[in-house]
């Protein structure tokens, strides 16, 4: 029995509307229009294409240590030929640059907030002390700063940073707060792995403009219970752009930075993929994979070899249809466009292993525990009305911890959306953990879940068990759905290791 949503914020004027034959409670709410209401159950918003033409940008890289970031309101050519307001961490650009930094490096960064509203710094997927992890209400008021301070104990990977203040993350982030934290190590540079103008981050995300190229952060209704589903889908910024390529071999960092919507990721000449790594850094070995079910929040590290292909060839990366979702996946649409061009000999040959990545034994876990996420029903949360949103039956409260956990530990958590009907990328702060398998839906743990993970996608109808290794720092840490209107409707708890 597939269970129905149930709806409510808090807030005043609160009534009962009918549709579908179902009851729905109602209360409004200055952040939630009622225009998609009728949608409730329908399918995500067709995507609409734009010409391919414009230049990919890349975002500068810099050190992390010493990063100065300015949140701001700000203007971006997102569209072609068209300004759009936007959210960037500098003047003039959404977005924000692609930090940088080694294992065991000791990071000073600083956030300016220049909007109108709280924000942060989330660095998601880093293992840091509680109180540099930018936790929902550690935040700068509007004009305040904040500093951040602290080692890298990851291993080299691709992660990223984000706004986190309650309520106000999917916001943040769809006027485009986000950027890149790349982690290397010795392991990663003995490999030689294509690197400069070789090496590309892709950050995909989606945004609903209007004609004029305007995109303001205004959900409906069905975007609260579905992640608000763009129809253009911008790759670093800018909509249906396109990149020069050499005939080399790429590496391409691929991170969904979007709110809600999944993509199936493929390559439109039917190449594989080289899978090289995932959320929490290289895999053991190199992997070909044909496609890629990249939920929000998730990254995979691939690479891409274009020698071969005839000068003018062109490759896009493209997602593909996919089942598990009664919303999203109906449609096939394309996102970058891979232009090649001559560009000699590609020197770089694929090692056969790359990191002593290694599992963690089952029978070391000394907990197991069991989240609920399939949202039938709930209660409490912010100003105790019924949330939209809850993992167990519980919204996110701030003043309340949901679960303790011992520092250093090894546990098994188990993510059950066997009732669901939305899929759920489950998230953890202050932890990595790996993917034990996937009962339900699926049924398989896929070569992209390998590895360290930080983000898990639960479809309708899947129990997903993880083991996650507890780092040492003692805190309060978030966990959430990183769909980011799940999340900012109250799906997301707290814990505390100690
Ligand atoms: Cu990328 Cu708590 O999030
Ligand atoms: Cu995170
Ligand atoms: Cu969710």
Not at 380 to 397: L, P, R
Request: charged share 15%.
């Amino acid at each position: 029995m597939k269970r129905r949503k149930f709806i409510g914020i808090t807030g005043v004027g609160t009534g009962v509307v009918l549709f579908g034959g179902t009851s729905v409670l109602v209360t409004t709410s200055g952040s939630c229009n009622m225009d998609g209401m009728m949608n409730m159950d329908g399918v995500a918003p067709e995507v609409l294409e734009g010409a391919f033409d414009v230049p990919l940008p890349v975002p500068p890289s810099m050190s992390a240590n010493g990063a100065a970031l300015a949140a701001q309101r700000t203007t971006a050519t997102v569209f072609k030929g068209k300004t759009s307001t936007v959210s960037g961490y500098q003047p003039g650009g959404i977005l924000g640059s692609t930090l940088r930094a080694s294992t065991g490096d000791l990071v000073n960064a600083t956030l300016q907030n220049n909007l109108a509203e709280p924000s942060n710094l989330h660095w998601h997927g880093l293992l840091t002390p509680a109180d540099m992890d930018g936790h929902p209400s550690d935040v700068a008021q509007a004009g305040g700063s904040l500093s951040y301070s602290f080692p890298i104990l990851n291993r080299a990977g691709t992660y990223w940073y984000h706004p986190h203040p309650d309520m106000k993350t999917a916001k943040q982030a769809y006027e485009g707060l986000a950027g890149f934290f790349l982690v290397t190590d010795a392991e990663e540079q003995a490999l030689g792995l294509p690197a400069g103008e070789y090496e590309l981050p892709l950050v995909i995300q989606d945004k609903r403009a209007d004609a004029a190229g305007k995109f303001a952060y205004s959900p409906s209704m069905t975007d609260e219970m579905n992640g608000l589903l763009g129809e253009s889908v911008l790759v670093n910024g800018v909509h249906s752009p396109m990149a020069e390529v050499a005939t080399r071999t790429y590496r391409l960092r691929i991170l969904n930075g979007s709110n809600g919507r999944i993509y199936n990721l493929a390559l439109s000449n039917g190449a594989s993929f080289t899978l090289i790594g995932t959320d929490g850094g290289l895999l053991a070995a190199p992997e070909a994979v044909a496609s890629l079910l990249l939920s929000p929040g998730e990254r995979a590290d691939v690479l891409v070899n274009f020698s071969g292909l005839s000068s003018g060839t062109e490759v896009f990366l493209e997602s593909k249809t996919f089942s598990g979702s009664d919303y999203q996946g109906k449609q096939a649409f394309r996102i970058l466009n891979f232009k090649v061009k001559e560009g000699g000999a590609d020197p770089f040959s694929l090692p056969s292993s790359l990191s002593t990545y290694s599992p963690i034994a089952e029978g070391t876990a000394t907990r197991n525990r069991s989240f609920d996420i399939s949202n039938g029903g709930g209660h409490g949360g912010h100003g105790g009305g019924m949330a939209m949103h809850n993992i167990n039956g519980k919204s996110y409260d701030e003043s309340r911890i949901d679960e303790t956990v011992t520092a250093g530990a090894t546990e098994i958590w188990t993510f059950d959306n066997t009732e669901g009907i939305d899929p759920h990328p489950m998230h953890l702060h202050g932890a990595l953990f790996q993917v034990l398998d996937r009962a339900g839906g699926r049924a398989q743990v896929f070569p992209h879940e390998k590895g360290w993970k930080d983000t898990v996608l639960a479809m309708p109808g899947e129990k997903v068990r993880v083991i996650v290794a507890f780092g040492q720092e003692k805190g309060v840490y978030v966990f959430h759905c990183h769909n980011l209107e799940h999340e900012d409707t109250g799906m997301m708890l707290q814990m505390e290791i100690g």
